[in-house]
């Protein structure tokens, strides 16, 4: 059992490149969230889903976009990179009525 | 806005000393709350959650918090710590609603707690 997984580990963009980060959970759970780990900022929520075809804005929703086209896939886009969302990126996941699990993080450099 | 805090960015304690982490949070309904801790590099590890009845929750580890609604509280706490108890802790918080959680789940800025021999 994976659990969640996050796709890639590492990346190094240029300013204006694009890519999408991929989140896989195999435990069925109906949410799904997107969150970035900065120091001192703790984790904040970029966007989340509540079911399969769903997507709400978070906390920090600007500069990314996300799709939920089959309930096991999270996907976060970044349309054209800035140094400021050089980051760790996390994907969780959970069913409503029980904790979260994480996948082991994106790190994301932008230059 | 549904807010989760953290007020202290570090907590120091000695070995065999209990430890408190605390955490404050605004909701606009019933809150659903939870203790993650993060290992360097890892990703977050679920401690313990609050949904509702008693509000002394019992957690992985030997963790605890108690739920504290007039004080808008849930702090973690630990009769006595050890060095590998050493890591960041996040308090966490959504609103149940239904039987189940908004999904909007906010976490507070983390708390690194450094336990020494």
């Known amino acids: 059992n994976a659990g969640v997984t996050q796709t890639p580990k590492f990346r190094v963009l240029k300013t204006g490149q694009s890519m999408t980060l991929l989140c896989a959970q195999d435990m069925n759970h109906e949410y799904m969230y997107w969150y970035r780990q900065d120091p001192g900022m703790g984790l904040r929520l970029i966007h989340y889903s509540v079911g399969e075809g769903t997507t709400a804005k978070g906390e920090v929703p600007d500069g990314y976009n996300v799709s939920r086209l089959k309930k096991q896939n999270f996907l976060l886009g970044l349309e054209s990179a800035a140094p400021s969302q050089t980051s760790v990126y996390f994907c969780a996941s959970d069913d409503s009525r029980t904790e979260a699990f994480f996948g082991q993080g994106t790190r994301l450099t932008v230059v | ?117």
């Not at chain 2, 065999?16 to 990703?43: A, D, E, H, I, M």
């Not at chain 2, 313990?48 to 580890?61: E, F």
């Not at chain 2, 609603?97 to 690194?112: D, P, V």
């Open chain 2, 1 to 117: 806005a549904q807010s989760v805090a953290q007020p202290e960015d570090q907590v120091n304690v000695a070995e065999g000393n209990p430890l408190t982490v605390k955490c404050t949070y605004s909701v606009s309904g019933n809150p659903y709350l939870f203790w993650y801790v993060q290992y360097p590099n890892r990703g977050l590890q679920f401690l313990l959650k609050y949904i509702t009845g008693d509000n002394l929750v019992k957690g992985s580890y030997g963790f605890e918090a108690e739920f504290n609604k007039s004080q808008t509280s849930f702090h973690l706490k630990k009769p006595s710590a050890l060095v590998s108890d050493s890591a960041l802790y996040f308090c966490a918080g959504d609103t149940m609603n239904y039987g189940g959680s908004q999904g909007n789940l906010i976490f507070g800025k983390g708390t690194k707690l450094s336990v020494k021999p």
